[in-house]
Each structure stands twice: as C-alpha cells, then as structure tokens.
C-alpha cells in the first residue's frame, strides 16, 4: 500500500522553504510535521501555509511543527517556511529572506521532516521516485505572471482596463486571474455582470477567515478566465483583514499563466499589498495634471517595491483639451505608453459583455491586445468572435466555480 510522502525542496526563487505532503491510499487524522531551522536566523519570523493561507505553522527552539487536522487519500498539502524581516511582513519590503538567511535556510534542505500521525512517528516515510518529485516541485511552482493595474487617482479607467485586459489574455489561450483588489469601492463584479446576490463568497470573506480562497472564485466569459472579485458591503469591508492580502494573491497566483489585479485609487494598504505581490505594473492614466502627479506616486511605490513598470496606457488620450502629450507624459515618467485608448462611449454596454469580446476590431480593443501581446508573448486570435459566439457570452457570461 502506498504510504504518505514528504518532498522538501529550496525554492530559489522565491526564497522559501517548501514542503509538499503527499498521503498515500488511506485517510489521515492528527497529523503533525516536524522540521528543524537554524536558530540563528537574524529576525526570524515564520510563516506557514497549508494549501491556503492560514498559518498552520508554530516555531521555537529551532523547531517548526504543522498541524494537519486530516487528510483524505491522494491529498497534497504544500508547507513553506521563510524567514523574514518585519518590514517584509508589513509588505513594505519585497518578501524574501536576507541573502545570509537565504544561505543558512537552504543548507538545511537535505534535512529531512518527521511525520506523526497521533503520537506515533510514521517511520520509513516513503521518499517519491525523482521524477516524481520533480513534478509535484513543477507542480507547486507554477506560478502566474502577476501584473497590478493602477493609477493613485479616481476614475481614470483602471477598472475597465483590467478587466479587458484580463479577458484578452484568456481569449489568448492564457489561464488567467482577474482580482479586485479595491477593497472599499470595488466594483469590477458590477462590471462583468455578477449579481451581488449570487456571490456566496467574495475577497472580504477570504481576507475574514470566513471563506476559502476557492469559494471567491467565478468564471466569466471563458474558461480560462477566473474572477475574484470584491465585496460591496461595508460589514464586508469592516471585517475584512486586509494585511493577508499578498499572501491571498499569492495563493490565487498558482496554477494560473496570468494574474491582472485591479488597485484601488489612492495611496493605502491595498495598493501596497497588491504591489508588493505583483510583477508588473501598468499605469493606467488620463491625459491631465491630477493623473500625472498621482500616476508619479503609484510608480515611486512600484520602484520602492522593486516592481517593474511595464509603462503607461493612455486613457481617453482623444479627451477636449489634454494637458499632455504621449511624449510628454514618456518623459515625465521615463516609461513608455503602451497603449492609447481613445473615448468610447459604448465602453460600458447593457450586455456587460467588454469591449475586447464586443468590438474586438475597435481601436480600443487592438490596443488591449496589443498591451496582452507585448504581456504575454502570444500573438491576439486573428478572428473575432463570432456574433453567435458573443450572445452566448452574454447569456452565460458568469458561473461559479
Ligand atoms: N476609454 C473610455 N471611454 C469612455 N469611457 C470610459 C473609458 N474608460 C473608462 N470609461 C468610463 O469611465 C468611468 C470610470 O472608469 P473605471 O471605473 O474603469 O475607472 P477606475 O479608474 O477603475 O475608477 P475607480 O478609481 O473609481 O476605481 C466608467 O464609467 C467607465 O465606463
Ligand atoms: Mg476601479
């Protein structure tokens, strides 16, 4: 009979410890997983996941020890470990361990776990064939490029920039995760046509403690693309623990090719958090002086976190009277404008259906995909949907998952 299996590995690029516990054929209760850690870690603080985002994890005396309440045959729960700088933990630092640290936790690699189920030790825990490791580290390293959509001011079309962006890198073949991160004044669910009354769980629950991450998700307008969108309510809102944030948008990051989050406007927590768990950023601004001087703020943030500014897409840039120019606005934030989006009326139709599946030989729509390519590598799908094909969008534009 196959027994449970513990696969420990260094991810170098995420500067994490990771340990992936695979049950053999037999239901599991009580389980605990003891791994050691170099005490003298400087600023050692511990994180753990177990499949989600809730610390299962406690640490002292160089010992770490995970709960597992149970585990049902075949199941896989990913452990990780870091240490961690309390600047990181705030996000206010890229979350990686010191180089030293770094060096000090991957020597203890090769060392390997102890699983108990109840008191008992499981001796001769069974070690995966190579290969098979190998693919449950490809596995558990599949991560989605993470691309955050912001501006620092109102208004300025982030919302409807990401979502058909979003929608573009599906249509592309690409798994992709749309995120509203505006937790106050979210309403990218309104957008796409959710009804609040149909979200059994959205990000406020997750960020509660209330809901798995995988009850927030939603497909909508492809399968390949998945919707985490926001509460509305202000009880919602109040509960919310938004300081779990990045590490819910790190585990919403898996499994996917793509992850596009919408900010909010301002500069707050969320911004910070969803920055500091993104690759990319995009500025999405309007060509007057309040954008620019915000747009300015919210890429200074990016620098701090070390993330990279992919450039600026230029919305309503046709609007009566822009203060700025496309190469103005090059110069004043030493990035490109990837995209210009001129004003489009119809951008928010009754149908919900987005510009990109709606007119996708619009302008508007070639430069989305035009910004997707440049993302994603892969060249836009060189026929439009068909109208048949979009009044089924339409009439089945959104399930839960
Ligand atoms: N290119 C465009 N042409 C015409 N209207 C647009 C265009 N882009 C966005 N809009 C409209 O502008 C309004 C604001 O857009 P959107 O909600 O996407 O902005 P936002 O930056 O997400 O706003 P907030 O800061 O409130 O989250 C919406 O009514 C949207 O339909
Ligand atoms: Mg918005």
């Not at 822009?322 to 009326?345: K, N, R, Y």
Request: with cysteine; net charge neutral; glycine share 8%.
């Amino acid at each position: 009979m196959q027994a449970p299996s513990l696969t420990k590995y260094w991810d170098e690029k995420r500067g994490r410890m990771s340990i992936l516990l695979k049950n053999g054929e037999k239901p599991l209760r009580d389980i605990s997983i003891e791994d050691e850690y170099p005490t003298t870690l400087e600023g050692m603080i511990c994180f753990a996941k177990s499949g989600g985002i809730a610390p299962v994890a406690s640490a002292s005396g160089g010992k770490m020890v995970w709960k597992v309440a149970s585990l049902a045959p075949g199941e896989v729960k990913e452990l990780i470990y870091t240490a961690l700088t309390r600047e990181a933990l705030d996000g206010l630092s890229p979350k990686r361990p010191t180089p030293a640290d770094a060096a000090l936790l991957s020597s203890m690699a090769s060392r390997a776990p102890a699983l108990y189920v109840g008191q008992a030790e499981v001796k001769g825990v069974e070690e995966p064939a190579r290969e098979e490791r190998l693919a449950e580290k490809e596995k558990a390293e599949r991560r989605a490029v993470v691309i955050a959509v912001g501006a620092g001011k109102g208004g300025t079309g982030k919302t409807t920039f990401a979502i058909n962006l979003g929608v573009a890198l599906a249509e592309m073949g690409c798994d992709t995760v749309l995120m509203d991160a505006d937790t106050s004044m979210g309403n990218l669910s309104t957008y796409v046509g959710l009804e609040p009354q149909s979200l059994k769980a959205t990000l406020h629950e997750v960020l509660a403690g209330e809901a798995e991450p995988d009850k927030a998700v939603y497909r909508a307008f492809s399968d390949r693309l998945r919707l985490v969108p926001s509460g509305l309510s202000l009880e919602g809102f109040l509960k919310m623990d938004r300081s779990l944030l990045k590490d819910v948008i790190e585990h919403f990051s898996k499994n996917a090719d793509f992850m596009v989050i919408d900010t909010p406007a301002g500069y707050n927590k969320e911004l910070a958090l969803s920055l500091a768990a993104s690759d990319h950023l995009i500025l999405v601004l309007n060509p007057d002086e309040g954008s620019m001087t915000d747009g300015l703020k919210v890429q200074e943030m990016a620098k701090i976190l070390k993330v990279n500014v992919l450039g600026v897409v230029l919305n309503r840039y046709d609007m009566k009277n822009p203060q700025f120019s496309p190469s103005q606005v090059e110069e004043h934030f030493g990035t490109p404008v990837i995209a210009m989006l001129p004003e489009e009326p119809g951008v928010r139709r009754k149908d919900k259906v987005p510009a990109v599946l709606a007119s996708p030989s619009s302008k508007m729509s070639m430069e989305v995909y035009r910004v997707a390519e440049m993302v994603s590598g892969v060249k836009a799908p060189a026929e439009s949907p068909s109208f048949a094909s979009r009044l089924m969008l339409a009439l089945f534009r959104t399930a839960n998952i």
